[in-house]
């Protein structure tokens, strides 16, 4: 994504986290995200109309986190249409997607991006 006249203070990296009613396991997921040796990030919650405890969990994350949480709430409409609201809402020039039930390794995201930096004519790393 190209930089903004206030790209100064945008985080490098914007993990989109889609979720539908996993409240089991959002704890899990948000100690993974904070967990991460890679700091300069926003995450993007995109809550999928959930109707269990999301949003309390949700709305505990942002108040603990140093970085910036975006939290959008939408009518359900499947995980496709979440990323895509969380790709319309990131402003970064790395993007990662982070599914509500998945696990990183506190090193992947600097991983990532070292390899993404080293690499210019790649677009894509997992």
Not at 27 to 50: C, Y
Request: hydrophobic share 35%; aromatic share 14%.
């Amino acid at each position: 994504m190209p930089d903004s006249p206030n790209s100064v203070n945008t985080p490098k990296l914007s993990i989109i986290l889609p979720t539908y009613n996993r409240a089991g396991f959002l704890p899990q997921a948000f100690e993974s995200i904070r967990a991460q040796t890679f700091g300069d990030w926003e995450l993007i919650v995109v809550d999928d109309g959930s109707t269990d405890d999301s949003r309390a969990l949700i709305e505990e994350f942002i108040a603990g986190s140093p970085q910036p949480v975006q939290y959008v709430y939408q009518e359900n409409a499947g995980p496709y249409p979440a990323r895509n609201t969380g790709l319309d809402l990131a402003r970064c020039e790395y993007l990662a997607f982070f599914d509500s039930d998945d696990y990183w390794f506190p090193h992947h995201l600097a991983d990532c991006v070292e390899a993404l930096q080293r690499n210019p004519d790649v677009d894509w790393v997992f």
